[in-house]
């Protein structure tokens, strides 16, 4: 077995087809060049190469970890998944936390690709350094649930990554569900999974905390780490906002910023913000507040309705789902969303994305491109729609493709809130711009988390590291998003929650890795892998097709200005952001040059 | 009123937001640059501007004529609809025979432009130079058929254009019924009408034959076309292929030829083609044979399967339906053909798109991409997923998205043979290569009438104007393309039908031309009117994003070589063919020049 305390690591792949499990170690110098999670997954499926369906045999699926994961670090316990978008025909890499990264990093793993498609339906179950497939038959038409409830009936003290009848239907935003709460989200990957015919991957393994290379400098920084978790404004346990009203304490922030996305964007506040909003859950629905493995920051919630039609026990909802399913479709009754957020997570589906097929819906409904459709914060049908697009039934069919696929069944493109094809998350364009370049230039599709520029437009006086920027200037947003986004794609590397930037400096992360991996990772090179990442999975969207062309926002918001006072008559200079941005980037015409690729050592 | 009897033209522009009506002359300038039908309705489109959603009120449907339309030539009276495609988002013309177009041209109009969206469901009732909207409420919902019989059962003895349900529900491939039996089928400009509201267009005049500014040039030309039409093989009434077998004599004469596309072109033959050829209709289910205003040729068919889940009694099937619903989808069954064809002409779609749907879903069901999926072959499934799709119910609201759109849904965009989303038509350009240069370069999407190489590459020896090409070689079938692509703009400006192209050259159009308009058109300005006409469409295309990179082939076509004898290990050499074009029509990129808009007077 590989020393779990060090950095050297063993992944299995796992043909499908032919039911073979291969294991092999990863190379030392490819490690250091992509270090884990994100970046590892990434050149897997670059490597793969470009031209394949993502939903076809071609395809391949990573689950990955890094350095840190199962460590004692805290936020550690990231995982990666990683293949080509169903949704966006992109790369993507998307992330949820709990303990299955750890449990597997215990188990003996650092990475699984799954090759191929299972004639019948499979799980995966790993213990001992061992992968074995079998038979996942009688789980087939499961709802997530179920699916995890079942198997750890019969396994035991497990872990459990499932899809839900959205993933078995290539719901083109299915997810893939981590031990039925924490979800990895966007893109699809659960469609992968789920034309792979892979129901579930499994895993067991007793608590083995992975040990650093230098265990000096690891002790020093894992304390300076975790010291700075629990006294920043944003992270403090019990007394910052992620910890006392999770997530959902934007609610209030972003609106009251003119920037919460309202009736598909049509409105830039919500006037029932209030009754949806972090504070507002704290005080009626919020029923415990769970934590991923070794955080003391626990923001996630665990939510509960006794009674009446909205009766549910669940984990979250999150901001992002709250706004989806709230603000973005003009619905502001909490309950209903915690109901449906628990739902989804049966379903297996992205919230986000189904936030905003239903405000696409309506809105085709509003401008009569939908019969029989459905209007705008009607709880009820958006839990009949949710059903049918997790079926595929009847206007399903539509809704399954997505924000951009449905609006282009409709017959109106411009009714899409999405960027290459996947829909918006909670922010508004045009109230702060540099998420507005961060959605035009996500490798991924609109994204936040590629790059989180409101820890500077919005959070910057309660965040030590970082300086308040003007939200409504457009100036210095490029500069600042390009060290997000290559910052950031090592943070999904290592992978550590993307919450640590709340409180850790860029130093931190670098000190982190080279305690764990024994190389000397500086804050430069960190930020060189990061590009590299960033520049890799943009090469491979250029190899796609993906051009400069692709680097747009919906016209909402560049042409729209908003009337409500926070961000009133402002627009998303989207065009003068990015033309520093590419200069920063030094692509043409979106394009990573070969120059930049040989400079970054990618090729 | 205009002068029926000279090329000075006038049409109505239908504002439906507003129910206004205008009525306006065309400049003679204009009308001289862009003739009529196609090229006017083009040049509408594009002067609307091309940043228009096609299901928008900002999108315009162009129904027009052409010179020739109502005048004693043969084959003469043709439909064109024009507007921004909703299944390619290109540029869109399609035409339909029958005595519609005449008619109009009676009533006093050239052409109609209808603007914006009604509220309520409206159709156009159109005499004595005069354009009345009325209301249509009790008409919507109904099936093309009925809809045809009420408007005549009300208004006497009309001609009626109307859409099915199709179009109301915004499928895609949608398309105008032409007094019930005859189809403005590609590109879903039926989508565009029911978009509209408009459920249907009628027309009542008296016959009133247009006449010509040069009377003696007119008597001899349209007798030389005339006595061409009825001397040419293929045409020559009773005795021409077209004549006595309809299209549908192409089944026996494309399979033989390895060349018909069959089982979604997995194969290049069918081996049923013998029961559902042209030849096998005569001999069966055909009872008699309708014409057009004023043509001997008479290629229409009137079938009729008396008994039987099969009865119904309807015009057609074409070969191109034949070769859709048949060959391309595994089904050797006539009558099922004819019960389908005459099915989708009541609810209104475009039966090759269809058929190619219907194909996709066959391969997905094959690939295991389809859940409940459908049998290669399966009548009675086809049905019932036909009226699906009509309906958009269930996967129908795959299927109304048309080839590609369905495709991207199940998650295989290899499986849809189509270029620019639109589905191709019954020739495999494997075996017949210039039409693999067609359908990647028309400007509406996989189409073989904006030039129809076949005349040259299968037919070469009936056509007296013609020579027989070898159909493998792909030397030579740039420059043939070009020329016919120009040739037939012309021809679907004048609006002549294309059938015409067996039995006449080049200036027996020049010379119907000059005569009817008096003005002095020469072969060579023919031609540059027509280069001008295929110019601006892609010009058109061009400024909504469409380069050389749209004009592709199904990778199928490129890639995999028949095994079938004929074309045996044939593969499409669209790349070589293209260069030679592209340099032909000195584009670059497949974009048109700056300079060559200024040279062809479009800009």
């Known amino acids: ?36 999670g ?14 394949v369906e993502p939903l076809s045999e071609a395809n391949i699926l990573c689950l990955m970890i890094g350095p840190l994961t199962g460590s004692d670090a805290s936020l550690n316990c990231r995982l990666a998944s990683v293949t080509k978008s169903p949704l966006t025909g992109t790369i993507v890499d998307s992330h949820s936390g709990g303990y299955f990264g750890s449990t597997l990093k215990w188990a003996g793993f650092d990475g699984l690709i799954f090759e191929g498609q299972s004639e019948k339906p499979l799980y995966a179950y790993i213990e001992n350094e061992k992968l074995e497939l079998r038979d996942a038959s009688d789980l087939w038409g499961k709802g997530v649930f179920e699916t995890t409830d079942t198997l750890r009936d019969r396994l035991g003290n497990v872990n459990v990554l499932s899809i839900g009848i959205a993933g078995e239907n290539l719901v083109k935003f299915a997810n893939i569900m981590n031990d039925a709460g924490r979800a990895n989200g966007r893109g699809g990957t659960g469609a992968v999974m789920g034309f792979k015919k892979l129901k579930a991957v499994v895993v067991k393994a007793k608590m083995n905390r992975v040990k650093p290379k230098n265990r000096d400098l690891w002790a020093k920084a894992r304390k300076e780490a975790l010291d700075k978790v629990m006294t920043a404004p944003v992270t403090e346990p019990g007394e910052g906002g992620l910890s006392e009203h999770g997530t959902a304490v934007c609610v209030n922030e972003i609106n009251e910023r003119g920037s919460l996305p309202t009736r598909n964007s049509q409105f830039t506040m919500f006037d029932k913000a209030e009754d949806i ?109 949710i059903k049918k697009t997790a079926k595929r039934e009847d206007v399903g069919w539509a809704l399954a493709e997505g924000t951009l696929g449905a609006a282009k069944i ?97 130093e931190v992360y670098a000190k982190l890795a080279s305690a764990m991996t024994g190389w000397d990772i500086s804050v430069e090179e960190m930020l060189r892998i990061g590009e590299r990442i960033y520049n890799l999975e943009r090469h491979y969207n250029n190899l ?35 033309e520093e941005y590419y200069k ?20």
């Open 1 to 36: 077995m590989t020393d779990a305390g060090g950095y050297a690591n063993r992944i299995a792949k796992v043909d499908l087809t032919k039911r073979q499990v291969l294991y092999e170690e990863i190379d030392d110098k490819l490690a250091r060049k992509y270090i884990g």
């Open 38 to 51: 994100r970046g590892l997954g990434v050149k897997y499926v670059f490597d793969n190469g470009t031209d």
């Open 277 to 385: 909003s972090g504070e507002t859950m704290t005080d009626t629905i919020l029923i415990d507040r769970p934590a991923c493995d070794l955080c003391p920051v626990a923001c996630k919630r665990l939510t509960e309705v006794k009674d009446g039609k909205w009766a549910y026990r669940g984990e979250g909802p999150e901001y992002e789902t709250i706004w989806a399913l709230g603000a973005n479709c003009g619905n502001g009754d909490l309950k209903a969303i915690g109901y449906m957020n628990d739902l989804l997570n049966d379903l297996g589906m992205d919230t986000i994305e189904m936030g905003d097929v239903l405000a696409v819906a309506m809105e085709a409904s509003q401008r009569d491109l939908l019969k029989d459709g459905i209007e705008w914060g009607d709880a009820d049908k958006m839990v009949e729609l």
């Open 410 to 506: 409709f017959g109106n493109t411009g009714i899409a809130m999405a960027v290459k094809g996947m829909g918006i998350p909670a922010y508004d364009p045009r109230g702060i711009k540099g998420m507005g370049l961060g959605f035009a230039t996500s490798n991924r599709g609109a994204c936040h988390l590629r790059g989180y520029t409101p820890t500077y437009e919005v959070f910057g006086e309660d965040v030590p590291h970082a300086e308040l920027m003007d939200r409504l200037a457009w100036q210095g947003k490029a500069e600042l998003l390009k060290f997000l986004q290559d910052w950031f794609a090592f943070v999904d590397s290592l992978n550590v929650c993307v919450f640590s930037t709340f409180a850790w400096p860029t």
């Open 544 to 578: 796609c097709g993906f051009t400069a062309k692709d680097d747009q926002l919906p016209k909402r918001f560049l042409e729209e200005p908003p009337t409500e006072k926070p961000s009133k008559g402002s627009l998303c200079e989207l065009d003068k952001m990015l």
């Open 584 to 603: 920063l980037r030094d692509w043409e015409n979106g394009i990573v040059k070969e120059e930049k690729l040989k400079e970054l050592e990618i090729i």
